[in-house]
């Protein structure tokens, strides 16, 4: 399973439709200050299922819609979607149906969030399910923020460890636990 695409729209800055391609091994963003490196980054934690608008360096989760500018109206949705090749068939049993995955991730103003996996509707949590099986996710060890360096260096064991469970893909048994225990 890796990511092939990643498609932006009224999402911060990326006000028109964008579209990535992601291709295999190491990807570096490059580019002046304020074009939008961060928020791509964002995005892509953001269609995995994130849910603190402070990671998202806002007050409100809404405010990752395009706000406006001089010259253009503010958006009334933001947009996300991201393509996985899953020809290897890797993904995990409940979402190991197609060659293709897309799951998108919209958010309306006053209407909260929505997702969908190839067009159909799915829940949050089914989201965060299968990129943690992945053993990525909107807290992926593989997503290296400004500042997150130092915070691992000064990290509490309890909070490594959590850091070390997520590299190793069992933050999703954790999750099906829980549900488990809850039914
Ligand atoms: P640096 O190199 O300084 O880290 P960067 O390339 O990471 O910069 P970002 O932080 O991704 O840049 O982008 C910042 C830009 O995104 C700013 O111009 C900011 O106004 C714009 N921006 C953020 N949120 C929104 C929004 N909701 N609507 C419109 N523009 C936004
Ligand atoms: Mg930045």
Redesign the pocket.
């Known amino acids: 399973m890796h990511f092939t695409r990643l498609r932006l729209q009224g999402f911060?800055?990326f006000?028109d439709p964008t579209e990535l391609v992601i291709a295999p091994g190491l990807t570096g963003?490059v580019?002046?200050?304020?074009?939008?490196?961060?928020?791509?980054?964002?995005a892509l934690r953001w269609v995995m299922g994130e849910t603190s608008a402070k990671a998202m360096?806002?007050g409100d989760m809404e405010?990752?819609?395009?706000?406006?500018?001089s010259t253009r109206p503010?958006r009334s949705y933001?947009e996300v979607a991201i393509r996985i090749d899953n020809a290897d068939r890797t993904a995990p049993a409940e979402f190991n149906h197609a060659d293709d995955l897309e799951i998108s991730r919209r958010i309306t103003r006053d209407a909260g969030s929505a997702y969908r996996l190839n067009g159909k509707e799915l829940r949050a949590r089914d989201v965060k399910m299968l990129f943690a099986d992945a053993s990525t996710g909107a807290h992926s060890p593989a997503l290296v923020r400004?500042g997150r360096i130092s915070e691992l260096i000064n990290a509490k064991p309890k909070a490594r460890r959590a850091i070390l469970e997520e590299a190793a893909g069992i933050g999703g048994l954790y999750q099906r636990r829980h549900e488990a225990e809850l039914k």
């Not at 580019?31 to 964002?42: A, D, I, V």
């Not at 405010?63 to 500018?69: E, L, S, T």
């Open positions: 911060k800055s006000v963003v580019g002046p200050n304020g074009c939008g490196k961060s928020n791509l980054l964002e360096r806002g405010d990752v819609i395009f706000a406006g500018a503010a933001a400004q």
